[in-house]
């Protein structure tokens, strides 16, 4: 079946230091890859997606490539501030599928 | 366009008792999904309903129901609380299902945190 592995938490940078968060994927056929931002005390915010391969997602500095042929997600921000200091989560859409499947979530603290 | 709105915010119960929680979302999607979200732990899928009048099980069905009222609402029942359901509660929903849809990403509201006492 379809599943998302993610790095593992915590992670934790100064600020204005390169994020990267990995992420990969296992699914048949052409899968929709999102991630999901969760603010302390809030619920799920979509941050970026990208439907086929190759697209690249982005939104608010952030980035992320849909790469086939190594079946990643991985999501990048050249220069982290502390308001970007949540947990990231990693999900794909299978095509056809009314479901998510979300990675475990990674947990990003920004310190100033 | 509120897109979803969950109710309430936070409580607190007893063992045995019932609650309702209650989702709407404005955004004329067809489906709508309950999660909880257990600390250190990712989103687990309680149910969901792909169209109104639908319900199917997630992967942490056992002492829930739900309810698809109509297009808009989606409802979650706890019929006898358990300390083991103390958790936050989020509702989502997505043009799943949509013709000419082909991007299912789902949106969620903003969780009730749950407490089972």
């Known amino acids: 079946g379809n599943s998302v592995t993610q790095m593992e938490g915590p992670v934790t940078l100064s600020e204005e230091a390169f994020l990267t968060i990995n992420c990969t994927y296992t699914a048949t056929g052409y899968p929709s890859l999102f991630w999901y931002v969760q603010y302390p005390g809030e619920g799920l915010q979509l941050l970026l997606k990208?439907?086929?391969?190759?697209d690249k997602g982005s939104n608010k500095g952030f980035e992320a490539t849909y790469r086939k042929e190594t079946t990643s997600f991985h999501l990048e921000k050249g220069s982290v501030q502390v308001s970007d200091s949540a947990v990231y989560f990693c999900a794909l859409s299978g095509w056809g599928a009314q479901k998510l499947v979300f990675g475990q979530g990674t947990r990003l603290t920004i310190n100033p | 366009n509120a897109g979803v709105t969950q109710t309430p915010k936070f409580q607190v119960l007893k063992t045995g008792q019932s609650m309702t929680l209650q989702c709407a979302q404005d955004m004329n999607h067809n489906s709508m999904y309950w999660y909880r979200q257990d600390p250190g732990m990712g989103l687990r899928l309680i149910y969901y309903?792909?169209?109104?009048?639908?319900?199917d099980k997630g992967e942490v069905p056992n002492g829930y129901n739900v309810s698809r009222l109509n297009k808009r609402e989606f409802s979650l029942r706890l019929e006898s609380a358990a300390p083991s359901q103390t958790s936050v509660y989020f509702c989502?929903?997505?043009?799943?299902?949509?013709?000419?849809?082909?991007?299912?990403?789902?949106?969620f509201g903003p969780g009730t945190r749950l407490t089972v006492t």
């Open positions: 990208a439907t086929k391969a190759d």
């Open positions: 309903s792909a169209s109104e009048g639908t319900t």
């Open positions: 989502a929903s997505s043009a799943a299902g949509t013709s000419g849809v082909s991007s299912y990403e789902q949106y």
